[in-house]
Each structure stands twice: as structure tokens, then as C-alpha cells.
């Protein structure tokens, strides 16, 4: 059974920061397309960050700079480090994996940026 869990949001003040985590198991996300997608309230899911299984990354505008995806391949792990978050990044965070048919999401995890 294949299961991706996300962990690490909270509240921050704004210029604060966050590292969210997606521990995969029963795939191989070295393997896969991956992502992290954020949803606001009232707002469609929109991809934040993404990698590809070759390591190449790529970002919405709006988070260049300030955000980072990476991987461990050992922990079959996905990171987002997120750094001077605004309150525009609240969110409900979650992780994907996709691969030729098979696409995979996380059950999610809430961000909040506030003071």
C-alpha cells in the first residue's frame, strides 16, 4: 500500500520559516515526479514546487527565492523548506507522486502564516 505523509506545518509569523516532510513508503519517490501543491480557502490547488526524478526542479513564481525542494533518497523523503513565509502562503500543503499512471497524494498539512 502506498502512503505518502506530510508533516511540519504550523503557525509562523510572517519572515518566519518551516521545513515540511512527505515520508513515502511502498514506492521509490526517486522514481517519481514530485511535488508540493498548497490550497487556500475558496482557492484551487496550485503547484508550488516540483521535482523531477532526475533532480530538476522548478517553482511558481511566487516562492523563487524563498522556497526549496529537495529529496533523500535514503529516507524516501520529500522536504519543502519554506523561508520568509507571508501570510499569502497559508495553506493546506500536500505532497504528490506520479509516475506514468500512478499519482499519489499526501493527506495534507496547514500552514499558517500570521502575527
Known amino acids: 500500500q502506498v502512503q505518502l505523509v506530510e508533516s511540519g506545518g504550523g503557525l509562523v509569523q510572517p519572515g518566519g520559516s518551516l521545513r515540511l516532510s512527505c515520508a513515502a513508503s511502498?514506492?521509490?519517490?526517486?522514481?517519481?515526479?514530485t511535488g508540493w501543491y498548497r490550497q487556500a480557502p475558496g482557492k484551487q490547488r496550485e503547484l508550488v514546487a516540483a521535482m523531477t526524478s532526475g533532480g530538476t526542479t522548478n517553482y511558481v513564481d511566487s516562492v523563487k527565492g524563498r522556497f526549496t525542494i529537495s529529496r533523500d533518497n535514503a529516507k524516501n523523503t520529500l522536504y519543502l523548506q519554506m523561508n520568509n513565509l507571508r501570510p499569502e502562503d497559508t495553506a493546506v500543503y500536500y505532497c504528490n507522486a506520479v509516475l506514468l499512471w500512478r499519482d499519489y497524494w499526501g493527506q495534507g498539512t496547514q500552514v499558517t502564516v500570521s502575527s
Open positions: 511502498g514506492i521509490a519517490i526517486s522514481t517519481y515526479r
